[in-house]
């Protein structure tokens, strides 16, 4: 059974940092693109970063404050996010897809079950 499970989310002030965690099992990804999406209360689900072999990308909203990264060895992708802003709370959901410019449009094979991540004032 192919799976990709969130973990890291949590309650964090304003200003401060978080690290997510996507940990994918039943095969390897290492040669897909892997990414992050979120979606907040009453909004449509929002991309937020992808990573693949050769290259990434971001979200306006958040470069330069988020980054993304990935462990082939481990079959984990991460997203270091820094300087949160209320803006940023969301359901953060992890996704794989064929390549880098499809998962960036939303077209991805397997999503995740999201991990909730709060930012306070």
């Known amino acids: 059974q192919v799976q990709l499970v969130e973990s890291g989310g949590g309650l964090v002030q304003a200003g401060g940092s978080l690290r997510l965690s996507c940990a994918a099992s039943?095969?390897?990804?290492?040669?897909?693109?892997m990414g992050w999406f979120r979606q907040a209360p009453g909004k449509e689900r929002e991309f937020v970063a992808v990573?693949?072999?050769?290259?990434?990308y971001y979200a306006d909203s958040v470069k330069g404050r988020f980054t993304i990264s990935r462990d082939n060895a481990k079959n984990t992708v991460y997203l270091q996010m820094n300087t949160l802003k209320p803006e940023d709370t969301a359901v953060y959901y992890c996704?794989?897809?064929?390549?880098?410019?499809?998962?960036?449009?939303?077209?991805?094979?397997?999503w995740g079950q999201g991990t909730q991540v709060t930012v306070s004032s």
């Open positions: 996704a794989a897809g064929t390549n880098l410019f499809l998962l960036q449009s939303g077209t991805a094979d397997f």
């Open positions: 990573i693949s072999w050769n290259g990434y």
């Open positions: 039943g095969r390897t990804f290492s040669r897909d693109a």
